[in-house]
């Protein structure tokens, strides 16, 4: 790909992200059975129902339970458009938050700041496996700061004036077969519960209950 065609290409991307930012949708996941019932036998009809009542799960009404994991359903484009899909799982496997946050973010780097007065920091130790892929040759990326946002009950949404550091950080190039796992932080409005939000840049989000 050409210099001029390259830059082409970011405009493009841009724009997509900023008309999809105008109407995300919650995207294709799903949950391990296993995992949500634990065990326990339920009426299929009854089940069958509420699933049809119910919003989507991974949307922010009902988000994916905490500990979890969530297969989300994507793509990757190579040089030339062409789109190859892919499946990852994410799982939020510990959350700390307030000064137990505090005290492990300075102890990642004696430089982060304390929470502003009516926040607290949470910080979630976050795993993602690539699990499938229609080629081996395109790696998959993902970010703690440009694809997670943390989301306060009352709908606050973290600005992200203020990034705390952590180590390991969670930002990875990976292909497929690859599993990582890092710390993704934020803040909330003190004692409120939170949600961690998944948005890709093209559009699309899934959000994690923290608790």
């Not at 949500?36 to 119910?54: I, P, R």
């Not at 703690?144 to 973290?158: A, L, Q, R």
């Not at 710390?183 to 519960?193: A, F, N």
């Amino acid at each position: 790909m050409n210099k001029q065609t390259y830059n082409l290409f970011i405009i493009l991307v841009l724009i997509i992200s900023i008309l999809g930012g105008c109407g995300q949708d919650t995207k294709d996941i799903t949950v391990n059975e296993e995992e949500t019932q634990q065990g326990v036998t339920e009426n299929t009809e009854a089940s069958e129902k509420k699933e049809e009542t119910e919003a989507k799960l991974g949307s922010r009404s009902n988000p994916v339970p905490f500990q979890k994991t969530a297969t989300v359903d994507d793509e990757l484009y190579n040089d030339e458009g062409e789109a190859f899909p892919i499946k990852f799982d994410l799982t939020v496997v510990e959350v700390e938050r307030g000064d137990a946050a505090y005290k492990k973010l300075i102890s990642m780097n004696e430089y982060n700041e304390a929470a502003p007065e009516g926040y607290e920091w949470v910080l979630a130790k976050t795993k993602v496996k690539f699990v499938e892929s229609e080629t081996e040759d395109l790696a998959f990326h993902i970010d703690g700061i440009m694809n997670f946002t943390m989301v306060s009950e009352n709908g606050d949404i973290y600005s992200g004036d203020i990034i705390g550091t952590t180590d390991p950080d969670f930002s990875f190039e990976m292909y497929v077969g690859s599993e990582k796992e890092g710390y993704i932080s934020g803040l909330v409005k003190t004692g409120e519960k939170a949600q961690l939000r998944y948005e890709e840049m093209l559009g699309g989000e899934v959000f994690f209950n923290l608790q």
